[in-house]
């Protein structure tokens, strides 16, 4: 059996889907985080645009494809913030993630 | 033949864009991985070429890939630098272990998914494909794509729009613009290119505006090349010489929602639904709306990669930060 390209492009698009979600849960520096969410979303998108797909000579579902447009910018929006919220973090706390600080514990003591 | 190439090439960059996704994340080195993320969007451009999905494909290239990847590069240097000004934290953290309950839990995950697309019924029916076409010559422009994105679902454009601006008012309320870093040499290669290219990628940009109403383009990648205008000249120049005032932010990043708001209301007053053109002019409102959409898009595109209220307005404000007062010293 071979695969069509859009079946293999939506199986590509559940992949990284997963590397980001996975990624996003297991490291800790908030920039990486932000990274894995932004290549879950392209994941996301990659699925979605796979199902507008109607064969190669046809033209394709034009209102996923807009769907994905709007995505695309309003996760740059959302990068954007999340990017300013980790900076104001960092320059707060001297740290890169969320970990809470363990000698704060031994101050309260 | 061309069918086997074609299905080779698929295989390769679906290959490609996974193997890239892994290593842009599971990389130590933060540059590095922001890198291959950059490497990743252009390669998910290819990959929307090959959906039939160009406009998609200039979006990622351009925003996706080119912006984001500069904001990223833009915070992940600005955290490096008041790490080090406060002896903070490495920004290298212990590798974490195989977390086997995640791993387990994704599998799942991906099995179920996996199994959903795979019992998609094969017979396509072309989803919102024969309506979309059917009213393509009544919507005014001849891009099926710029149809849904302003005509069939405007409201959804408007209120992207607005998220935008909101992201503007919550990156200004939490960070400010960092001064450029003194003493960085910038050979005259660069001003050279920047001189050549900005009114060059306007010029595209305003094609791209224009060729929207009938192929792929459209407001969002005329806005993503305004904002890579803007990028360039302030790597170049430095955002200090970029605004003479603050006003001129917002009246710029708030210009097309008011341009689409004012239009929805007035249509409104004449009898029809919010954004409901009328008949025979749709296609005359619609490239009103975007020229206005470019140039906010542009702004505000800048202003987020700027990742913060720009300095020079803090210091004429009420507020004169620790930070500021230390830097003048």
């Known amino acids: ?109 | 033949m061309i069918d086997l190439a074609a299905k080779a090439f698929d295989a390769l960059l679906a290959g490609l864009i996974l193997w890239l996704a892994w290593s842009s994340l599971s990389t130590q080195d933060i540059l590095k991985g922001i890198v291959l993320f950059i490497a990743f969007g252009l390669c998910m451009g290819l990959a929307w070429v090959r959906l039939n999905a160009p406009d998609i494909a200039l979006v990622e290239a351009a925003v996706a890939s080119g912006i984001t990847g500069a904001m990223l590069l833009g915070a992940w240097n600005k955290m490096r630098l008041s790490l080090a000004k406060m002896r903070g934290d490495e920004t290298k953290l212990p590798e974490p272990g195989r977390p086997w309950l995640h791993i387990s839990g994704l599998m799942a995950m991906g099995g179920a998914l996996g199994w959903a697309i795979f019992s998609i019924p094969p017979e396509n029916t072309g989803g919102l494909l024969v309506p979309a076409m059917r009213e393509l010559p009544r919507s005014g422009v001849g891009n099926p794509v710029t149809a849904a994105l302003l005509n069939y679902r405007a409201y959804d454009t408007l209120l992207e729009i607005g998220v935008l601006l909101l992201a503007v008012v919550g990156v200004w309320s939490i960070a400010k613009s960092r001064k450029p870093a003194q003493g960085v040499p910038r050979g005259p290669i660069l001003y050279g290119f920047a001189r050549i290219s900005a009114p060059l990628l306007i010029l595209i940009g305003g094609y791209f505006l224009w060729l929207g109403t009938s192929r792929a383009g459209g407001a969002f990648q005329a806005g993503a090349l305004m904002a890579a205008v803007g990028v360039l000249l302030v790597l170049t120049y430095g955002p200090t010489r970029r605004v003479p005032a603050e006003w001129i932010d917002r009246w710029g990043s708030i210009f097309g929602l008011t341009v689409f708001l004012t239009l929805g209301i007035g249509f409104m007053l004449q009898g029809r639904a919010m954004l409901e053109y009328s008949a025979g002019s749709a296609g005359a409102w619609i490239l009103v709306i975007e020229s206005a959409a470019t140039v906010s898009i542009g702004w505000t595109l800048l202003l987020l990669f700027l990742g913060g209220r720009p300095q020079a307005a803090s210091q004429k404000g009420i507020l004169v930060e620790e930070d500021e007062v230390e830097g003048q010293a």
Do not use: W
């Open chain 1, 1 to 109: 059996m071979s695969l069509d390209p859009e079946t293999l492009y939506a199986l590509t698009g559940c992949g990284i889907f997963l590397i980001g979600l996975y990624s996003f849960s297991i490291y800790p520096h908030l920039i990486r985080k932000i990274l894995a969410l932004n290549i879950a979303g392209a994941g996301v998108y990659l699925v979605l645009a796979s199902m507008a797909y109607q064969g190669k000579e046809t033209v394709a579902d034009p209102v996923p494809h807009a769907m994905v447009l709007t995505g695309i910018v309003v996760a740059v929006a959302g990068t954007a913030l999340a990017l300013a919220l980790a900076g104001r973090i960092s320059s707060e706390t001297g740290k890169v993630d969320l970990e809470e600080p363990q000698d704060i514990e031994k101050e309260d003591e």
